[in-house]
Structure formats: C-alpha cells, structure tokens
C-alpha cells in the first residue's frame, strides 16, 4: 500500500526565516498531494494542496512542489512569523478511486522563534 | 460553523469496557474515515466508508469495528479496550467526486483506558 514519509520530525527556525518540509511516497499513481497545519490542541486543515499535473503551486507564503519523477514533494513557508507554529502533515492519495483516502506522513513540528 | 461534530472530546475508559466514538458531519459527504494520531506516528488509517453501510479496512483495522448506518454518521467501536488504544481519534469527512477539496476534521477525542 501507498507509504508516506516526512522529515524532519521538529524544525526550528527564526522568525522571518523560510522553512522547508519533505515528503516522498511510494505508489506511482498518487495524484493529490495535500498539506494540513494543526495547531496545538486544534483540528488539522488543509492549506495548499497539489494535483499531478502541477510542478508547483503558491499561496502568498506558502508553496508546494511536486516531483512525479523523483515521488517527492515539500511545502515551502518563506517570512515565517510565529503564529506559523504548528504540526504540519503531508499526505498523497489516489483521488478518483471509489475513495479519496489520504495517507499522512508522520507530521514535522515547526516551532518559529520570535 | 463546525460541520464534522465528534461526540466526546474527552473520553475515559477501563480496559475491556466497549467503547463507541460517534462521528456526525451535515456536508452530505459519501466519504468518511477515522484516524488516530499518535506522537510520531502521524495519522493512521483506521478505518473508512464511502457509502452508507459500506465500510473498508484501513491500515490499523485490529481491535476496531465500524457502523455506518446513515449517511451523516460514522461510529467507531472499540469492542474490548485496551490501553493501548489510548490516543486522539480523528474522524474525517470528504466528497467523492471533489477529492481536491481535501478532507473536513472533526475536533478529536482524547480516549483514556485505564
């Protein structure tokens, strides 16, 4: 089955500067790559996702790459500010199956020092 | 606003006690799926539905079960608790045919057995 994998478990960084999360996958026919942000103590959501035939996708600080060749894929925060602290997961799925499910990497904690 | 509701976001139970997890969502989602998270495990896949009556095992089906006998709710049981299956519990809704949208969190319950 599809496997995701996620590094580094914890980031440090100061404020104001980037931070960069990888994941790779296993199953050649992922084609959705989403990215959650949980906050302590709160429900994870999305905020940027990734379909197959994007190499890259941007939202003001954030965004996300995808390498189909290589099946590794990282979401990239520029001018972090500390309200960007939080566990931030990855997942790929195989959307347009008879379901979406989503296999989650293991979540990197990201702490922004002020 | 909340529109995936878990019933109890703290729950505590003694080994071997049956235990139901109550999931409700008003999206009309098809998909639902129920994961755990644990510290350095990221999300695993219990398990999932996507239709009524319909459910499908995911990576870590041992020790659970699941009804889902409408449409809004997905139910997890732990038919002899243990403790290890002390953890957060996360149920998730999706559509089938917009898997882009990503998934849609409830709060999480905190299940304790002692």
């Known amino acids: 089955g599809e496997n995701v994998e996620q590094h580094p478990s914890t980031l440090s960084v100061q404020e104001g500067d980037s931070a960069v999360i990888k994941c790779t996958y296993s199953?050649?026919?992922?084609?959705?790559f989403p990215w959650y942000k949980q906050e302590l103590g709160k429900r994870p959501q999305l905020i940027i996702d990734?379909?197959?035939?994007?190499g890259e996708k941007k939202d003001q600080r954030i965004a996300v790459t995808l390498n189909k060749t290589a099946k590794h894929f990282s979401l990239h925060i520029t001018e972090t500010q500390p309200e960007d602290s939080a566990v931030y997961f990855c997942?790929?799925?195989?959307?347009?199956?008879?379901?979406?499910?989503?296999?989650f990497g293991t979540g990197t904690l990201l702490a922004v020092q002020p | 606003d909340v529109k995936v509701t878990q019933s109890s976001r703290y729950l505590v139970k003694r080994t071997g006690e049956k235990v139901f997890l109550e999931c409700v969502q008003d999206?009309?989602?098809?998909?639902m799926f129920w994961y755990r998270q644990d510290p350095g495990l990221g999300l695993r896949l219990i398990y999932f539905?996507?239709?009524?009556?319909?459910?499908e095992k995911g990576d870590i089906p041992e020790g659970y079960s699941v009804s889902r006998e409408k449409k809004e709710r997905f139910s997890l049981i732990l038919e002899s608790a243990s403790t290890n299956q002390t953890s957060m519990y996360l149920c998730?809704?999706?559509?089938?045919?917009?898997?882009?949208?990503?998934?849609?969190f409830g709060s999480g319950t905190r299940l304790t057995v002692v």
């Open positions: 997942a790929a799925s195989m959307a347009g199956g008879a379901t979406n499910k989503l296999i």
């Open positions: 990734i379909r197959s035939n994007v």
């Open positions: 199953d050649s026919a992922s084609n959705y």
């Open positions: 999206m009309d989602h098809e998909n």
């Open positions: 539905s996507y239709d009524v009556k319909m459910k």
């Open positions: 998730a809704s999706s559509l089938m045919d917009a898997p882009w949208r990503g998934y849609t």
